[in-house]
């Protein structure tokens, strides 16, 4: 189901007369195409103090054209500024002077990037104003138009930079938006190929028959990795239809079946050399109030969508099935931080997953320098939300910064980039793919 | 149909775009334009275009007859890989003209003016318009292949009894095997059916013991005597069904797990249209390939872990069995002096077979190999024995082993 709203304010008579009338106004969103340049304009790099001529390097090794000097009118793809020096509040203001002069220069999907440090408890003053990153960027997400996002990274000292960069300068990152993510010191290698990061890989994605999981398959194939599909039996139709559409092979596997493990473990050993990345993407929905929950609808909930996790993850690192540096990565939800009518059995399972991926990322680290972590998308337009009433689909699609709502794809990118090599220094922490939802974000 | 089992098998194996030594496969009700069904199929399948593919027929015995011949060449080292399979349809079946139509049809088609064609449409008679509907039946007796199966039934005193509880446990293993996910990698759903429709695992002999006979009842001893019920004959239904094979070698560099080999096979006919109306039943064949299998690989009846003899019809099994218990026959007509003897019955047919799947002809070759081969792997290991009779007096044999 396509968005009619965004296309028609997107034409020439239905852009003038919502901007007359003052009706939100989506920006047809910038996404990644294998070959276009990572922006659409040129970036430019601020600091408090001076810039890092590593960081300009780092920058421009990604493709992007990265200015030192600027002239009247030039307009700007992104702007990064490094805010890793803040150690007081006086120090915020290097963020002012640098952004306000050049917002209204930032371009369509133009890309705000802040680098700051994580609050270590170190030092009170230096924590408040590292704390302070988050809400100007998050403020930034909801004050920028035309599509453009702003997100923060929290950078430790020997982190690897690179992937990050790539995916939130890059069409990649399109519904990501107000989001801080951490990068600490881990193994991350950088990929022989930038256009197939995940080349040599064996990946595995449940729930893939169709949806989201379809388009996560999809895209870890476009990435270069060799990709399991799995899916109910009874999803085996559609499913034999995405494997070979990808060129991925097809695996029946109820992954809340009490010896769901045992299969998938049997099947790893015979068919593969090892694990590298799992997308533990199936979920259900069996949405009533809880007054109302029947026990049945409760407990299939909880088994699909988080106790298979657990069991799948524990397995997992107790055989030879998961390689050196493989890359887990969870479904959460928006519904996982704000909770929703009629979901306790869902939001429950959301939230699970969030603390599941906290907890097991030292579980995890210590199997060969592996992450876990979680993707919580917000307002996906899917077969699901297409089934939805059209005056609440129409209003949840707004409640956005980006004002629309998000593709499969933006969440499969999301999960490409934490399963790659380079993700290597990102473990434990949940992304939320979902262009800044008002809810709960 | 075909062309989805080929699809579902690309995926399970991530065969996309390989050119695969050869793709064999048939259907025993196919219309002439489907002349080239299997590469048609594989055209339209996922597997590269570049495969080839051939047509083969051998009724019933069809699928099991194209995992032979793909074998063979395996073997010979003249293809590395094969898919090997087949697929029919009764509820969409062709549909032929009467040949006085299609004679009148062809005069129309060789006349060379306006009024030679309507001269030649002038012969059309109204009778001849009915179409002929396929039968199941032998071209050379006129009699069905039920009514073929009842006599040597009453030759050989099967009881309705017995076949109630073969076609029962049929039913019963069928959908125990389901439940407990036998078929999850085995079976591509279809236009949303994801299990055998003709499945009804809820048969019990008593359930089964309430059905008139069907076939039969012209015989001595009339409806009375009559034991073949539309519950112990096997149902003729659509399905299509296909199996990879390669060498070691080719498996291994495609990491694929080798589930089972094929050892040999061996195929017989019987007279069944002059022969002796006990010895020489219609669907006997098996009863004599088996002997000279065993012979050849020197092995005994009992030598095997698993037994799958297709259910064309419940009294079939039964009758395969009693000839090769009983002595005299074995001594007179397979030139045994020892019988074959008895076979443990739990070990036969343990995943359901023919009476509760249904009998989509070419297809349930690839169903029975396929199965097999996994049960074997799941046992890990052992040796498996199919029996597949066939119309026109013809019996398909074969081992699987691993």
């Known amino acids: 189901m396509g968005d009619r709203y965004l296309n028609l304010v997107n034409s020439p008579v239905g852009s003038a007369v919502a901007s007359r009338v003052g009706l939100p106004k989506p920006a047809v969103l910038r996404r990644y195409v294998e070959g276009e340049p990572i922006l659409p304009g040129p970036v430019r790099i601020g600091a408090v103090g001076k810039v890092d001529p590593a960081l300009s390097k780092l920058v421009s090794a990604t493709g992007a054209d990265v200015r030192t000097t600027e002239a009247d009118g030039d307009r700007w793809g992104a702007l990064i500024f490094d805010a890793t020096a803040v150690s007081s509040p006086a120090d915020l203001a290097a963020l002012r002077d640098f952004f306000s002069g050049r917002l209204r220069s930032l371009m369509s999907c133009g890309r705000v990037l802040v680098l700051g440090r994580a609050a270590d408890g170190a030092d009170i003053t230096v924590d408040a104003s590292r704390q302070a990153l988050d809400g100007i960027v998050r403020s930034l997400g909801k004050e920028l138009q035309r599509g453009s996002t702003a997100n923060l990274l929290l950078v430790e000292d020997n982190a690897s930079l690179e992937t990050a960069v790539r995916f939130f300068l890059s069409g990649k990152s399109a519904y990501v938006d107000g989001q801080p993510l951490r990068l600490v010191t881990g193994v991350a290698v950088a990929p022989a190929d ?6 040599g890989k064996t990946a595995l994605v449940t729930g893939a028959a169709r949806g989201i999981g379809a388009a996560i398959a999809g895209v870890l194939a476009r990435d270069g990795a060799k990709v399991i599909v799995a899916d109910l039996q009874q999803a085996g139709e559609a499913l034999a239809k995405v494997a070979n559409r990808i060129g991925g092979t097809a695996l029946h596997l109820d992954v809340a079946a009490p010896n769901a493990p045992e299969k998938l473990l049997a099947y790893l050993e015979s068919q593969t050399d090892g694990l590298d990345i799992l997308v533990h993407n199936a979920g259900i929905t069996r949405d009533k109030l809880l007054a109302n929950m029947k026990p049945e609808n409760w407990d299939s909930v909880i088994a699909v969508n988080l106790q298979s996790q657990l069991s799948i993850n524990a397995a997992l690192l107790s055989s030879k099935s998961l390689n050196d540096q493989s890359r887990v990565v969870c479904l959460s939800s928006t519904t996982g931080f704000s909770g929703n009518r009629g979901q306790t059995n869902y939001g429950a399972t959301k939230a699970g997953v969030i603390g599941l991926v906290r907890s097991s990322a030292s579980a995890f680290a210590a199997h060969g320098n592996s992450t876990i972590n979680a993707v919580a998308p917000g307002f996906i337009d899917t077969e699901m939300t297409a089934k939805m009433p059209l005056a609440t689909r129409e209003v949840a699609r ?16 999301a999960i490409s980039f934490l399963s790659s090599p380079g993700a290597g220094g990102i473990n434990g922490q949940t992304l939320r793919v979902c262009g800044q939802n008002l809810v709960g974000a | 149909m075909l062309t989805a089992a080929i699809d579902g098998l690309v995926a399970r194996y991530g065969l996309q775009n390989e050119r695969v030594g050869e793709v064999a496969s048939g259907a025993v009700l196919k219309h002439s334009r ?28 069809t699928g099991l007859v194209t995992v032979i011949l793909t074998a063979n060449k395996i073997a010979l080292g003249q293809i590395d890989s094969a898919i090997a399979g087949g697929v029919d349809t009764t509820s969409d079946a062709p549909i032929a003209v009467s040949e006085g139509l299609r004679e009148v049809l062809l005069d129309v088609n060789r006349a060379k003016s306006l009024g ?49 509880e073969l076609a029962a ?86 990491k694929l797990p080798v589930l089972a080999h094929f050892v040999d096979a061996e195929t017989a006919a019987v007279d069944y249209v002059h022969g002796d109306r006990r010895a020489d039943g219609l669907l006997m064949a098996p009863v004599y390939a088996v002997p000279r299998l065993l012979a050849r690989n020197n092995l005994k009846l009992q030598d095997f872990d698993f037994y799958e003899i297709h259910e064309a019809f419940a009294s079939t099994v039964l009758t395969t069995l009693a000839a090769w218990e009983d002595a005299e026959f074995c001594k007179s007509y397979l030139g045994l002096d020892e019988p074959l003897g008895s076979i443990d019955r739990s070990k036969l047919n343990i995943n359901g077979s023919s009476l509760a799947v249904g009998h989509p002809f070419a297809a349930t070759g690839g169903r029975i190999v396929a199965t097999l081969a996994k049960m074997i792997h799941e046992n890990g290991g052992g040796r498996g024995l199919i029996s597949i009779c066939a119309a026109g007096g013809q019996g398909v044999v074969a081992i699987l082993e691993a």
Request: hydrophobic fraction near 35%; proline fraction near 6%.
């Open chain 1, 194 to 199: 930038w256009d197939k990061p995940l080349a």
């Open chain 1, 398 to 413: 707004r409640l956005s910064s980006l004002q629309q709502a998000g593709l499969p794809v933006d969440v499969a990118e």
């Open chain 2, 34 to 61: 489907d002349f080239n069904l299997t590469r048609e199929a594989v055209l339209g399948s996922t597997l590269a275009p570049t495969t080839p593919a051939y047509d083969v027929q051998q009724a019933c015995g």
């Open chain 2, 116 to 164: 030679g064609r309507l001269k030649a449409l002038g012969g059309l008679r109204p009778n001849q318009i009915v179409p002929t509907i396929p039968q199941n039946s032998e071209p050379r007796t006129g009699l069905s292949m039920g009514e073929h199966q009842a006599i040597t039934t009453q030759e050989w005193g099967i009881t309705r009894e017995a076949q109630d």
């Open chain 2, 169 to 254: 446990a049929s039913h019963q293993n069928l959908a125990a095997a389901y439940d407990r996910g036998f078929f999850d990698d085995l079976v591509t759903p279809f236009l949303g059916l994801t299990r055998d429709q003709n499945l009804r695992g809820d048969s019990t002999v008593e359930k089964l013991s309430k059905l008139s006979p069907v076939f039969g009842t012209h015989l001595p001893g009339g409806v009375e005597g009559a034991t073949m019920t539309a519950a112990n004959s096997t149902p003729l239904t659509d399905g299509a069904s296909v199996v990879l094979l390669a060498s070691d070698e080719w498996a291994a560099e495609h």
